[in-house]
Structures are given as C-alpha cells and as structure tokens.
C-alpha cells in the first residue's frame, strides 16, 4: 500500500516529459566552476563511525542504505600485520558513470560546485546508476523505490556550513574543499598535515581515471598505489 501510495504522488507526466526530453540530449559532462571533494585522513581515522550516524541522522535512512561507509583495511602476516579506515560516500566525480546512465535525468552536476545531486521526483528506481558506480555510491530506498546517495548536504553547503559528517568527525580527520587545492596542498585543513601530501587513489579501490573522483586521500603506507 505505502509503495502505490508514492507511485500515485509521483507526477507521471513530469516524468514522461523529463524522458522525453533526456533521449533528445546528447550527454556533456558539466564543468563546473569550482569543484568541491572530500579529503579523508587514512592514517588517523580511529573508525568510530560518528561520520556515519551523521548522515544517516541527517537523512532519515532506515537500517540497511549507508550514504557514508567507514570500511576498515587489514592485511599482512605476523609480525607484519596493518589496518587502516577507508571512509567513502559519493565522490561527486568530474565524469559521474551515473548520470549518463539515468533515462530520466533524474541525475545532474551542479555547475557552481560539481555536486552531483538527485531529484527524487524523476527517479523511477530503475537502478541503473546503482549498477554503473564503481564506488557503490547510488543506494537503493525500497520503501521509496527510488535511489539515493550522498549529495555532500547540499543544504548546509548553500548555508556556508559543512556536511554533517565533516561537523561530527571527533578526529578531524574528514573535510572538503576544492579539490584541486587539496590535491596541491594548497588547502588549510586539519585532516592533512605540514608534511603530509594527498593522493588520488588507495590500494583496492577502482581506477580514479574511469571516474575521476573527487576525492583525496592521506594514505596509510600500506595503502600507498606503487
């Protein structure tokens, strides 16, 4: 019953024209102004998940759709053993693998920013943006039928503030900012320190260059990419 309730509000024909009007474009990759990512500190990153309950808070999601996941990394063989945290949501990409892939342009790229956002009133939870990430960002709201995921609290961002994760994170180890400017180190932020330097990419995670994520990392030294 609640899933016919939300297919009889959905406006179908605001979805059939959004259709429409998607097979009639040919997909541009925008390029945005200024493009915002995430820095995550691999190193001091203690797991406590507060980054996590955060989101998930902020969203009204029931158990299961995590927007941020904290994974934890380990590895080796006695005495050489190592763990490190791997904090992830979506990466808000230069070429998002979702966004061409939605029939109804649910998807879009803001272009002051490079947010990728999506508008639930023309997701018809066909979940082929699920299937295209690579980073497993697109998370699927069965009791919506519809497919959601991290848009970096847009909200708090227009109101000069920063993403809920980043304002619970006790270690200070998670940010955002531009990413060119982090990746240069040219960005004050306590998740990077004097002699620290960010990198692109973290061992086990999909090639940046499919993608181009924007995301930074200050690697563990296991997690260092030869």
């Known amino acids: 019953m ?37 820095v995550h500190n691999n190193v001091d990153c203690i797991g406590c998940r507060a ?28 005495p050489e053993v190592y763990a490190f945290k791997l904090n992830m949501s979506c990466n808000h990409c230069a070429e998002p693998a979702c966004l061409p892939t939605c029939p109804t342009g649910a998807i879009f790229k803001r272009k002051k920013d490079g947010i990728v956002d999506i508008d639930a009133t023309l997701c018809i939870g066909c979940r082929r943006c ?17 497919v959601a995921k991290c848009n970096m609290c847009v ?34 932020t306590k998740a990077m320190g004097k002699n620290e330097h960010a990198v692109r990419a973290v061992k086990n995670l999909a090639d940046p260059e499919l993608t181009k994520p924007s995301i930074a990392f200050i690697p563990h030294n296991k997690a260092k990419v030869d």
Not at 130 to 146: D, M, R, S, T
Not at 159 to 188: F, H
Request: glycine share 8%; proline share 8%; hydrophobic share 35%.
């Open 51 to 78: 980054c996590e309950i955060a989101c998930k808070d902020k969203n009204g999601l029931a158990p299961g759709p995590r927007f941020r996941r904290v994974m934890y990394v380990e590895g080796g063989t006695f």
């Open 155 to 188: 909200d708090e961002i227009d109101a000069g503030r920063k993403p809920y994760c980043v304002q619970a994170c006790m270690m200070r180890v998670l940010d955002i900012g531009p990413i060119d400017k982090i990746l240069a180190g040219e960005w004050v």
């Open 130 to 146: 699920e299937a295209a990430c690579p980073y497993g960002a697109p998370q699927f709201i069965p009791e919506q039928n519809i």
């Open 2 to 38: 609640a899933e016919e309730k939300l297919a009889d509000e959905k406006d179908l024909g605001k979805i059939k024209t959004a259709i429409k009007r998607r097979k009639k474009e040919v997909y541009t990759p925008v390029v945005p102004e200024m493009q915002l990512g995430f």
